[in-house]
């Protein structure tokens, strides 16, 4: 069974940085056959895609966080990263690991039903 474990969140001032790291568990080796991504909730809002990485490693952001994110695939580690820096107020939310195998295949990389393996979050909450 596969098992994604957030880690990584924190409280942090505007403009600065943390990284967050989703542990892989169950399947070691398999994040190349893995579509992956990133999403969050701010409190009263609904849960949104930030960040995906597929097969390929190709990558795709949501237009608020472009420039400042980056989403990567550590197969040393067995962990998939977001790397957050210049943070805003508004980028205050939980943060969900999510996954599941084989390619997007020019799917929509924001489709939550594309992914059926989700980690428990981690929060991040940026003061001004």
């Known amino acids: 069974q596969l098992q994604l474990v957030e880690s990584g969140g924190g409280s942090v001032q505007a403009g600065g940085s943390l990284r967050l790291s989703c542990a892989v568990f169950?399947?070691?080796?398999?994040?190349?056959?893995?579509?992956m991504a990133w999403f969050r909730r701010a409190s009263g809002k609904e849960r949104e895609g930030v960040a995906g990485?597929?097969?390929?490693?190709?990558?795709n952001y949501a237009d608020s966080v472009k420039g400042r994110f980056t989403i990567s695939k550590d197969y040393a580690e067995n962990n998939l990263i977001l790397q957050l820096n210049s943070l805003k107020p508004e980028d205050t939310a939980m943060y969900y690991c999510?996954?599941?195998?084989?390619?997007?295949?020019?799917?929509?990389?924001?489709?939550?039903?594309?992914?059926?393996?989700w980690g428990q979050g981690t929060q991040v909450t940026v003061s001004s």
């Open positions: 999510a996954a599941d195998f084989r390619s997007l295949d020019g799917g929509n990389w924001r489709n939550e039903w594309r992914y059926n393996y």
């Open positions: 169950g399947y070691t080796n398999y994040m190349n056959m893995m579509r």
């Open positions: 990485i597929d097969t390929d490693d190709s990558t």
